[in-house]
T-cell receptor, first 113, second 112 residues
Framework: DAKTTQPPSMDCAEGRAANLPCNHSTISGNEYVYWYRQIHSQGPQYIIHGLKNNETNEMASLIITEDRKSSTLILPHATLRDTAVYYCIVRVLNTGTASKLTFGTGTRLQVTL | EAQVTQNPRYLITVTGKKLTVTCSQN?????MSWYRQDPGLGLRQIYYSMNVEVTDKGDVPEGYKVSRKEKRNFPLILESPSPNQTSLYFCASSSLYNSPLHFGNGTRLTVT
């Protein structure tokens, strides 16, 4: 699986949109982009994933660039409860094959009043 | 309820005393994996398994063993724990087909 690069930390004011970038310049055509977050020392929680089209669910939106080399997770109205470490990973699916999954160190998002 | 269950949540042991951390999932997932998390190093994969009797090394497998005799269980075995294995451990599972990873609540291990 391709590696990802994320900024180590970001701040966001409560109520504002939080835009978290991720670089995955070596992504392959059959690799999905997944986002997870980890609050304190709990198990990481799935947020959203996509292949090439933009995706939206009740938690967030995912914007993937046309060349698929980067993506942005958008939390439209950040709250204090969104303070967490956010991980972007890429993963091959739909092939029946397992693989290493590298999470890296993620982006620590601090939402402030 | 769909879940990944790890036991124990907390474990303090001494160097060299064999231990096993259990992981069980009730979602009939093929893929299971173990991670360790240390300050400043993020989540690092120890071992993973794509199905029964099929396991492979992740990025940091030294000092660990795993087995996958049943689809639902994926225990992590430390034959001779050392202090550098003090860490927070997570088990995760997923289907191999377009499914997110489901994580357990973690096991905090301290080796003295």
């Amino acid at each position: 699986d391709a590696k990802t690069t994320q900024p180590p930390s970001m701040d966001c004011a409560e109520g504002r949109a939080a835009n978290l970038p991720c670089n995955h310049s070596t992504i392959s055509g059959n690799e999905y982009v997944y986002w997870y977050r980890q609050i304190h020392s709990q198990g990481p929680q799935y947020i959203i994933h996509g292949l090439k089209n933009n995706e939206t669910n009740e938690m967030a939106s995912l914007i993937i660039t046309e060349d698929r080399k980067s993506s942005t997770l958008i939390l439209p109205h950040a709250t204090l409860r969104d303070t967490a470490v956010y991980y972007c990973i890429v993963r091959v699916l739909n092939t029946g094959t397992a693989s290493k999954l590298t999470f890296g160190t993620g982006t620590r998002l601090q939402v402030t009043l | 309820e769909a879940q990944v269950t790890q036991n124990p949540r907390y474990l303090i042991t001494v160097t060299g005393k064999k231990l096993t951390v259990t992981c069980s999932q009730n979602m009939n997932h093929e893929y299971m994996s173990w991670y360790r998390q240390d300050p400043g190093l993020g989540l690092r994969q120890i071992y993973y398994s794509m199905n029964v009797e099929v396991t492979d090394k992740g990025d940091v497998p030294e000092g660990y063993k795993v087995s996958r005799k049943e689809k639902r269980n994926f225990p992590l075995i430390l034959e001779s724990p050392s202090p550098n294995q003090t860490s927070l451990y997570f088990c995760a599972s997923s289907s191999l087909y377009n499914s997110p990873l489901h994580f357990g609540n973690g096991t905090r291990l301290t080796v003295t």
